[in-house]
């Protein structure tokens, strides 16, 4: 258990996975390609994507990395640095969604000499596939790729699907001289997870992944502009990403240098690799926040519109609250406080301050707690313990905050000091889940990061 920090991919990262591929491939490690799909922290905007709110985010220098080269055919021949086994396919094959699969009756096509337990992990290059098929791109040339994650990062709460299905989607279009926006991309992996895999989630992670850029906030409006869940092929929302990247000035309170030079990110782990809570959690609070939307919109006479809170006007939310049961006012109140949250840190980032910044993140951990009720014992500890670390601007959990890991900007010069802090902390009040974060470190020292890219033979 400890501290790790860095620069994310590094020169020696590259070059172990080149030489990896150079020998799976044959091929010269020159040849070789590198995806780098980042993972995405969201540091205002908690839990209101799904009802058309507006979010932050930004990519952090972890993540996915696909080494790759171009087939002499259409074969992909893939091994993970995570997973045993090897998936092996051919790209032109017809890829079908699991459920109709399933209900085919058809089993997906693997090397007959690989468990197929081993290969589940391969399920995202066919969805990779399956999107491209079926939005009409030709499809001739395979890939040899090995894929790996961070290294010892419980990936939990910062979009490791997501950036697992752009990291192929990315090498495939690569290898077959396809030219993709960021905007196609996201639909791309909306299909991957909503339609081959069967996945009940919105765009935000892969919106976040393809669309940041170094030093700026990413600012998301997911504005939903209908619904289809009850349609046969699961469709959770339509939703559009209106985003505006958010560029810092000088920093103010006597920090010298531009914005990245005066914080750090922390990803302080809570050792929890199974949600401990018999809350139904995610699924639950959409429905509460829906309901609480639709009281709202028939008090205001528009009940006809789409029961989302994005659709409910704030002063509609304050003359008619008290028509809400505590929870549903509870879920509300997080929503419409956490998109004011979203636009004051726009303002704070935008002119460098980064103590009103930090400050609007641990009000939005604060109420992710209190309103929207989500969180476990270990990990409201963790947060807790962040509060009073030294160094710490502002704190919350990553993802639904039933396990995985909270983030905390940092100011930069005590990163180390905090880390060390929050290790030792957190061993005293939870012993027993500190001692499962051996095998990794407890506490990440991260830096923002770019949007998803492919690099090729030359260190970038």
């Not at 962040?386 to 005590?414: H, M, N, Q, W, Y």
Request: glycine share 8%; hydrophobic share 35%.
């Amino acid at each position: 258990m400890g501290v790790v920090s860095g620069y994310w991919p590094s020169e020696s990262e590259l070059d172990r996975i080149r030489k990896k591929v150079a020998e799976l491939s044959g091929r010269d490690a020159q040849e070789v390609r590198v995806v780098v799909s980042p993972y995405r922290i969201c540091p205002l905007g908690a839990h209101i994507d799904h009802q058309g709110g507006t979010v932050s985010a930004m990519t952090i220098n972890k993540g996915i990395l696909l080494g790759f080269v171009p087939s002499d055919d259409t074969q992909v021949t893939l091994q993970s640095g995570q997973f045993e086994g090897e998936v092996r396919l051919r790209i032109d094959e017809v890829q079908l969604p699991k459920h109709m699969s399933e209900t085919n009756g058809l089993t997906e096509q693997m090397d007959s000499s690989t468990p197929q337990e081993e290969c589940k992990w391969g399920n995202y290059a066919r969805g990779a596939i399956y999107a491209l098929q079926s939005k009409g791109n030709h499809l001739k040339t395979g890939i040899t790729g090995f894929i790996c994650g961070s290294e010892g990062l419980d990936s939990s709460g910062l979009s490791s699907s997501a950036a697992v299905g752009i990291a192929y989607l990315l090498a495939f279009e690569s290898a077959n001289g396809l030219v993709v926006s960021p905007t196609e991309n996201i639909e791309y992996d909306r299909l991957i997870e909503n339609e081959y895999l069967g996945l009940k989630n919105g765009i935000l992670d892969q919106s976040a992944i393809l669309l940041s850029s170094y030093g700026c906030l990413t600012f998301m409006n997911c504005k939903i502009l209908c619904s289809l869940e009850n349609s046969d092929n699961y469709r959770p929302h339509v939703q559009t990403i209106k985003h505006k990247l958010i560029h810092p000035p000088t920093v103010q309170n006597n920090h010298e240098g531009d914005l990245g030079n005066a914080y750090k990110i922390l990803l302080a782990f809570s050792g929890l690799k199974q949600a401990l809570t018999t809350n139904p959690g995610y699924n639950r609070r959409v429905a509460e926040c829906q309901e609480a939307a639709k009281i709202l919109l028939r008090a205001s006479g528009d009940e006809e519109m789409e029961p989302v809170l994005s659709n409910v006007k704030p002063e509609v939310f304050e003359a008619h609250k008290s028509k809400l049961e505590a929870n549903l006012a509870k879920r509300a109140e997080h929503y419409f406080s956490e998109n004011e949250r979203v636009m004051k840190g726009l303002e704070a980032w935008a002119s460098g301050n980064l103590k009103e910044f930090g400050e609007l993140i641990t009000a939005s951990g604060l109420s992710s707690i209190q309103n929207y009720e989500c969180g476990c014992e270990p990990l409201i500890q963790l947060y807790q313990v962040l509060l009073k670390t030294p160094g710490v601007l502002g704190t919350r959990f990553s993802g639904a905050g039933f396990r995985g890991c909270c983030i905390a900007f940092v100011e930069a010069d005590k990163a180390e000091e905090a880390a060390t802090f929050v290790v030792n902390e957190y061993s005293k009040l939870q012993p027993e889940l500190a001692s499962h974060l051996n095998q990794g470190p407890a506490v990440l020292i991260c830096d923002a990061s770019d949007s998803a890219r492919v690099i090729s033979n030359t260190f970038s």
